[in-house]
């Protein structure tokens, strides 16, 4: 068994976005490095109140959640973006939900606490600013990448952003960056969990795992789950279920209200929940930076207000009764639908995406194209790949049974950029394109 202390340091990650944000308002660290220079600047360093301004958070998981209760204790107005999180369950935070954009157009003050993924590495980047409310201020306590630093530090110098406070960097350890040349710029070298109660409590709930473990007791905390307690039956299709529930979180971008789990054929004769926890431990690792397990998964779920309904059935209501799988897994949730099941070599196999029959090996580092079903689209997508580099490994093709539009899959050794994904979805006849990495 292998656990970890997930909850131990988001309590320090949070104050130390507040802390970021009030260095920043108050140009604390800039008058503190004059004063002890030997320079009385009251007029340089004047600021600005956090009280009654517009705080934008972007992701709204644990941290960002924090964080949005402590600057309400200061007067300000709530919005935020996170698709995982149910317009019900920001309600009840005092936090109204809208798209990036509107976000951005709106934020006096802007927080991020995203996961480092394909879709949001470089998310911050020239084109986003442009967008943002003039004279934002950025804090990020996240992940480095997130934000282009060439970006941000020319939209600081250009004064479309006002400040920016950063813990996070895209290479660390870093000393040298354009935006430490800048005035309005505060930052620390990642320290967002280095606090002595944050050290102190993962000690402490590590020993307490350790010690439910060896009591034989439940362990809240577990990554893992024991082999012995999955049905011999079942353990063979805990791979795929999470690689699904990671393919379609990628896919949907946002959370429903509803997701529905289905297994079909012979494996809906058996004891399934452990499958459904993989699904969503699956599902979280793409909507979250948190650490996610078995056990902590549907706790993620409740809290972005996420009602999972799981069926059994001999006869599938969705996926391919004819095609002759003997058992699959289905989920469905919004507009978003995909089935998996398991092959005679033991491998595990994706056989429909969004109503495309499409049959194809999960592999770690992959490319969904959604688009219309007519000629030159395989040619217009290689060549977009091949200008950028990327040798394609694998590619399987599937057409909707409804007509209209086609699927492709397509896997590689590397992940695709964001800007390869970009440039796909602006071509004329690409409905979307999706990049999966590690699923």
């Given amino acids: 068994m292998v656990v970890n202390a997930p909850q131990s340091n988001i309590l320090s990650a949070a104050e130390h976005a507040m802390a970021l944000l009030l260095a920043q308002a108050r140009n604390v660290p800039q008058a503190h490095a004059a004063l002890v220079a030997g320079r009385w600047e009251r007029s340089r360093w004047e600021g600005v109140e956090l009280h009654g301004k517009v705080l934008g958070v972007v992701g709204l998981g644990r941290v960002g959640a924090l964080v949005a209760q402590r600057a309400a204790a200061f007067g300000m107005r709530l919005v935020a973006y996170d698709p995982y999180v149910s317009a019900e369950r920001a309600k009840q935070m005092g936090v109204e939900l809208g798209s990036l954009d509107d976000v951005v157009a709106q934020a006096d003050f802007l927080t991020i606490h995203l996961p480092k ?3 949001t590495i470089g ?19 996240a992940r480095g990448g997130i ?26 350890p870093t000393t040298s960056s354009p935006l430490f040349e800048l005035d309005a710029v505060v930052v620390t070298p990642h320290l967002g969990a280095s606090t002595r109660e944050a050290q102190d409590k993962a000690g402490l709930t590590i020993a307490e795992q350790v010690q439910l473990a060896l009591a034989g007791d439940f362990v809240p905390f577990a990554v893992n789950i024991a082999a012995a307690d999955v049905p011999e039956s079942v ?10 529930g990671r393919m379609w979180a990628a896919l949907a971008r946002e959370l429903p209200a509803v997701l529905d789990i289905e297994y079909q054929g012979g494996l809906a004769d058996h004891d399934n929940r452990i499958l459904s926890l993989a699904v969503l431990k699956g599902l979280f690792a793409v909507a979250t930076d948190e650490p996610v397990s078995f056990v902590n998964a549907p706790q993620l779920a409740e809290e972005r207000g996420l009602v999972v309904r799981s069926t059994a059935s001999s006869v599938g209501a969705w996926a391919a009764t004819g095609s002759g799988y003997t058992n699959l897994i289905a989920l469905k949730g919004g507009d978003h639908t995909v089935a998996g099941t398991m092959f005679g070599d033991g491998e595990p196999r994706v056989v429909m995406v969004d109503d495309h029959d499409i049959e194809l090996p999960i592999a770690r580092c992959m490319l969904m194209v959604h688009n219309d079903d007519r000629i030159g689209m395989v040619a217009a997508v290689a060549t977009i790949l091949a200008e950028s580099g990327l040798n394609i490994v694998d590619l399987k093709l599937g057409r909707s049974a409804k007509g209209g539009t086609a699927m492709m899959a397509l896997s590689f050794e590397q992940p695709v950029p964001n800007e390869v994904i970009v440039a796909l979805r602006s071509t004329p006849g690409i409905l979307d394109a999706v990049g999966l990495s590690d699923v």
């Fill in 123 to 141: 998310l911050f980047d020239a084109d986003l600013l442009a967008r943002t409310k003039p004279g934002v201020r950025i804090v990020n306590t």
């Fill in 235 to 244: 353990r063979p299709w805990l791979p795929l279920a999470e690689r699904l």
């Fill in 147 to 172: 934000i282009d630093e060439k970006a941000l530090a020319d939209a600081v110098a250009n004064g479309r952003v006002a400040g920016a406070g950063l813990d996070v960097f895209e290479e660390e």
């Fill in 117 to 119: 993924t394909p879709e």
